[in-house]
C-alpha cells in the first residue's frame, strides 16, 4: 500500500528542516515587546487537566479585531493581552496575511483558528511548554510533517510536530481495523520515527510517546474496535489536598473471580461498570489495600488480573466505567526484535527480603533482559516467588509486592526491549 501523506508533502528531504526546528531558513520570532504586561490581570491556575495539553487552566481569553496583518503581528496582538503566556514561532510563513475577529475567546482557540488559515501544504500547528518558572509557558508553532505507509519496501512512521489526533487515523488505516478517537482527546505534537515490523508494534509506540505529554492517555478494544481515550477522574494518589473527597475503599480479595473484586469494589459507589464480552475465561485477583482511592484501587485490581493474560484497562463513559482489553495508561507494551526473543524465557525465584534493585537484575539475568530501576525509587525490600514467569510477569509481581510500600510504582516496556522501573504510574 502507497504511504499516506498529510496534505501531499513533497518528502522528507524537503521539510527535514521543519521536523528539526533548526534549519537557517526557518525564521525563529518571538514577542520582544519590553512595554508588554508582566504579572497581574489574570490568575492563571496551576493544574493541568486531562486533555488540556499542559496548558494552565484556566487559561487567558482574548479579545481582537484586526485585518490582514502578518502572522507575526497577530500573535505579537493576542500574546499581549496573556501574561505569563509567550510565543515561538519556529518557521517560514511567507507573505501571508491573516484577519481575526474575537471576543473573550480562550487563548488556545484563538491561536488554534488564526493558524488555520494558512494555506500551506504543510499546516501551521502548535505545542504548548510549560514554563520553568511561574505558571505560564510558551507556545511552540511549528509546520506539521506526517508520512505512514510502505517506503521502500519498510514500514515507516515519519512524524515531525505531527499532532497525534491526525497521525492515528493513518495508523489505523494501515492496520485495517475500525477506530475511534474520543472527542477530548487533544491534537498532541508528536515528532518520533519508526521502522515497525507490524503496523500492531506502532500503534503502542505512538500511544507510549504521546503518554510523555498526556499521561491520561489510553486505548482500548471496544468489540473490534480500537478506541483512543483519556481517563479523567482522579486517583487520588499524589495529589493533594484539591482532592481529599476521592471515594476510598478497603479491600480484601483472595483469587477472587474479576466480576466479583469489582463488585466488592463499587458497592456504594456513584460508578457502575460493565466488562467487555471479549474478555473471556478465568481472570482471578488477588489484592489487599486499606483506605485507598477507589480509580487507584481499579488500576490495581486491572494490573493483577492481568498478569499471565491479556491486559486490561477501562474506559470512562457517564456514569459507567467499561472495562475492555487493552493497556492502562503507560503500560503499552512494544514488541522489538530483541524482545520476542527474550520475554518468551521464563524463570522460577523465590526472594526473601531482598532489595528491588538486586531482584531486578537477577530476574533481568534469568530472563535474559535489562531491567533498571529509575535513581528516584528507593531500594526497598521485597518478598515475593515466582514460578515459571517471563521478564514481564515477574516484573508485574514485582510492582504488586512494591506497591505496598510505594503505591505509584511502575514499569516501562522500552523499544531496545528493556524494562525501567519508576514512580507515577497511578498519578
Same mark, same amino acid.
Given at each position: 500500500?502507497?504511504?499516506?501523506?498529510?496534505?501531499?508533502?513533497?518528502?522528507?528531504?524537503?521539510?527535514?528542516?521543519?521536523?528539526?526546528?533548526?534549519?537557517?531558513?526557518?525564521?525563529?520570532?518571538?514577542?520582544?515587546?519590553?512595554?508588554?504586561?508582566?504579572?497581574?490581570?489574570?490568575?492563571?491556575?496551576?493544574?493541568?487537566?486531562?486533555?488540556?495539553?499542559?496548558?494552565?487552566?484556566?487559561?487567558?481569553?482574548?479579545?481582537?479585531?484586526?485585518?490582514?496583518?502578518?502572522?507575526?503581528?497577530?500573535?505579537?496582538?493576542?500574546?499581549?493581552?496573556?501574561?505569563?503566556?509567550?510565543?515561538?514561532?519556529?518557521?517560514?510563513?511567507?507573505?501571508?496575511?491573516?484577519?481575526?475577529?474575537?471576543?473573550?475567546?480562550?487563548?488556545?482557540?484563538?491561536?488554534?483558528?488564526?493558524?488555520?488559515?494558512?494555506?500551506?501544504?504543510?499546516?501551521?500547528?502548535?505545542?504548548?511548554?510549560?514554563?520553568?518558572?511561574?505558571?505560564?509557558?510558551?507556545?511552540?508553532?511549528?509546520?506539521?510533517?506526517?508520512?505512514?505507509?510502505?517506503?521502500?519496501?519498510?514500514?515507516?512512521?515519519?512524524?515531525?510536530?505531527?499532532?497525534?489526533?491526525?497521525?492515528?487515523?493513518?495508523?489505523?488505516?494501515?492496520?485495517?481495523?475500525?477506530?475511534?478517537?474520543?472527542?477530548?482527546?487533544?491534537?498532541?505534537?508528536?515528532?518520533?520515527?519508526?521502522?515497525?515490523?507490524?503496523?500492531?508494534?506502532?500503534?503502542?509506540?505512538?500511544?507510549?510517546?504521546?503518554?510523555?505529554?498526556?499521561?491520561?492517555?489510553?486505548?482500548?478494544?471496544?468489540?473490534?474496535?480500537?478506541?483512543?481515550?483519556?481517563?479523567?477522574?482522579?486517583?487520588?494518589?499524589?495529589?493533594?489536598?484539591?482532592?481529599?473527597? =476521592?471515594?476510598?475503599?478497603?479491600?480484601?480479595?483472595?483469587?477472587?473471580?474479576?466480576?466479583?473484586?469489582?463488585?466488592?469494589?463499587?458497592?456504594?459507589?456513584?460508578?457502575?461498570?460493565?466488562?467487555?464480552?471479549?474478555?473471556?475465561?478465568?481472570?482471578? =485477583?488477588?489484592?489487599?489495600?486499606?483506605?485507598?482511592?477507589?480509580?487507584?484501587?481499579?488500576?490495581?485490581?486491572?494490573?493483577?488480573?492481568?498478569?499471565?493474560?491479556?491486559?486490561?484497562?477501562?474506559?470512562?463513559?457517564?456514569?459507567?466505567?467499561?472495562?475492555?482489553?487493552?493497556?492502562?495508561?503507560?503500560?503499552?507494551?512494544?514488541?522489538?526484535?530483541?524482545?520476542?526473543?527474550?520475554?518468551?524465557?521464563?524463570?522460577?525465584?523465590?526472594?526473601?527480603?531482598?532489595?528491588?534493585?538486586?531482584?531486578?537484575?537477577?530476574?533481568?539475568?534469568?530472563?535474559?533482559?535489562?531491567?533498571?530501576?529509575?535513581?528516584?525509587?528507593?531500594?526497598?525490600?521485597?518478598?515475593?516467588?515466582?514460578?515459571?514467569?517471563?521478564?514481564?510477569?515477574?516484573?508485574?509481581?514485582?510492582?504488586?509486592?512494591?506497591?505496598?510500600?510505594?503505591?505509584?510504582?511502575?514499569?516501562?516496556?522500552?523499544?531496545?526491549?528493556?524494562?525501567?522501573?519508576?514512580?507515577?504510574?497511578?498519578?
Amino acid at each position: 500500500m502507497a504511504s499516506l501523506r498529510i496534505r501531499g508533502l513533497l518528502g522528507l528531504v524537503a521539510v527535514g528542516a521543519l521536523i528539526g526546528c533548526a534549519s537557517g531558513r526557518a525564521a525563529a520570532q518571538a514577542r520582544t515587546d519590553p512595554n508588554r504586561p508582566t504579572g497581574g490581570g489574570i490568575r492563571l491556575s496551576r493544574e493541568f487537566p486531562p486533555g488540556t495539553m499542559g496548558i494552565p487552566q484556566p487559561e487567558p481569553r482574548v479579545t481582537l479585531k484586526i485585518e490582514k496583518k502578518s502572522l507575526g503581528r497577530v500573535l505579537f496582538e493576542l500574546f499581549k493581552q496573556a501574561p505569563g503566556m509567550d510565543y515561538q514561532l519556529a518557521t517560514t510563513v511567507g507573505a501571508a496575511v491573516f484577519s481575526v475577529d474575537y471576543t473573550d475567546v480562550p487563548l488556545s482557540e484563538a491561536v488554534n483558528k488564526l493558524l488555520m488559515q494558512d494555506k500551506d501544504q504543510a499546516p501551521l500547528v502548535f505545542g504548548f511548554q510549560k514554563s520553568n518558572v511561574g505558571a505560564g509557558g510558551t507556545y511552540l508553532i511549528h509546520r506539521e510533517y506526517m508520512e505512514i505507509g510502505l517506503i521502500d519496501g519498510d514500514r515507516r512512521v515519519s512524524l515531525g510536530n505531527a499532532r497525534l489526533t491526525q497521525a492515528l487515523p493513518l495508523l489505523f488505516q494501515q492496520m485495517r481495523v475500525p477506530f475511534r478517537i474520543e472527542p477530548d482527546v487533544p491534537p498532541i505534537l508528536l515528532s518520533i520515527q519508526l521502522r515497525p515490523q507490524s503496523w500492531e508494534q506502532a500503534l503502542p509506540q505512538v500511544i507510549l510517546e504521546a503518554y510523555k505529554q498526556e499521561p491520561a492517555i489510553s486505548y482500548s478494544r471496544d468489540g473490534e474496535t480500537y478506541v483512543v481515550h483519556l481517563l479523567k477522574s482522579p486517583t487520588g494518589l499524589g495529589l493533594g489536598s484539591a482532592h481529599q473527597a =476521592v471515594r476510598r475503599v478497603n479491600l480484601s480479595l483472595t483469587n477472587r473471580p474479576l466480576k466479583d473484586a469489582l463488585e466488592n469494589l463499587f458497592s456504594g459507589s456513584q460508578w457502575k461498570f460493565q466488562i467487555s464480552d471479549r474478555i473471556k475465561g478465568d481472570y482471578s =485477583v488477588t489484592y489487599n489495600v486499606t483506605s485507598y482511592p477507589e480509580i487507584a484501587a481499579l488500576q490495581g485490581i486491572l494490573k493483577q488480573a492481568s498478569i499471565n493474560r491479556d491486559p486490561i484497562t477501562y474506559r470512562e463513559g457517564k456514569g459507567v466505567l467499561y472495562i475492555e482489553l487493552g493497556p492502562l495508561p503507560g503500560q503499552s507494551v512494544i514488541i522489538s526484535t530483541k524482545s520476542i526473543s527474550t520475554n518468551l524465557k521464563t524463570t522460577s525465584l523465590n526472594f526473601t527480603n531482598q532489595r528491588m534493585r538486586e531482584v531486578a537484575k537477577l530476574i533481568g539475568e534469568s530472563t535474559g533482559t535489562s531491567i533498571r530501576i529509575a535513581p528516584n525509587v528507593p531500594d526497598i525490600p521485597l518478598t515475593f516467588k515466582i514460578q515459571g514467569a517471563t521478564a514481564e510477569q515477574a516484573l508485574q509481581q514485582l510492582l504488586n509486592t512494591g506497591r505496598n510500600t510505594l503505591p505509584n510504582l511502575s514499569y516501562r516496556s522500552l523499544d531496545t526491549g528493556s524494562y525501567v522501573v519508576e514512580l507515577g504510574g497511578l498519578n
